[in-house]
């Protein structure tokens, strides 16, 4: 597994009701029956998982509030804010397609998931752009298209997967790029990873929506930051890899 950063320009706040925008990097040991951590697959065996469930760091990768399991041709790139050094999200990179992920404090009595949805509709709406509410292996979740420009001149769109799991005290949000928007097969194996990811709520009061923190694990070493050649979008008909929070 390959490690890489990505560093902001700007301070942001940083919620769960993403945008999907242009020009932005994309961005154990068990407790008997196995049980989802909440909000997502109604699956006796599927995660994503609580640190309470699946405490076993062996085999995964520590970013501190998430735990990656490590995985063949996996990369996994951290997106660095300029001003405050923290790191606001991690984004896996696996077969030419990816996923974002973000961890947030939510209500001990209340999910996030219903909220933040019709957050995202409004905001891929403000960008001219359309949202389906679909049934996927993870419950409910959005396929939002937002109108682009492709490299000859010519219109596309750009396409972004959003799930989102409701966990105790914690929503963990994922956003799908390249062909694992679209595609079933090619979103298999990060939807397996999105499954295995583990939770570390921490027992620290915080606001909901506030982002669980995330950082660079102990043993790995950065790589050179990429490019502005390599990190330039793909054109919009190839499927979107880019998103962010707003």
């Not at 669980?212 to 050649?229: G, K, T, Y």
């Amino acid at each position: 597994m390959a490690f890489g950063r990505l560093r902001k320009n700007k301070q942001d706040k940083h919620e769960p009701d993403g945008k999907v925008q242009d020009g932005d990097e994309q961005p154990a040991a068990d407790s008997g029956v196995d049980t989802p951590a909440g909000g997502g697959s109604t699956a006796p065996s599927s995660g994503p998982w609580d640190a309470a469930d699946k405490p076993s760091e062996e085999g995964y990768v520590d970013l501190g509030a998430l735990r990656i399991a490590a995985a063949e041709g996996l990369q996994l790139r951290l997106e660095v804010e300029e001003k405050t050094q923290r790191v606001v999200a991690v984004t896996l990179d696996l077969n030419g397609s990816s996923l974002q992920l973000q961890a947030f404090a939510a209500p001990r009595s209340e999910t996030l998931w219903d909220d933040i949805r019709n957050q995202i509709g409004k905001s891929v709406g403000s960008q001219g752009g359309t949202v389906d509410e679909l049934e996927g292996v993870f419950g409910t979740e959005l396929l939002a298209k937002v109108p682009a420009q492709a490299q000859d001149g010519s219109k596309g769109y750009r396409v972004a997967r959003f799930v989102g799991v409701d966990g105790p005290r914690w929503f963990l949000r994922g956003v799908f790029g390249g062909p694992a928007a679209l595609d079933p097969a090619a979103a298999g194996p990060l939807e397996e990873v999105f499954r295995n990811v583990v939770v570390v709520r921490g027992e620290q009061p915080l606001p909901p929506r506030d982002l669980l923190q995330l950082r660079l694990p102990r043993d790995a070493s950065p790589l050179p930051r990429p490019s502005a050649q390599a990190a330039k979008p793909a054109p919009p008909e190839r499927g979107p890899e880019i998103t962010t929070i707003g």
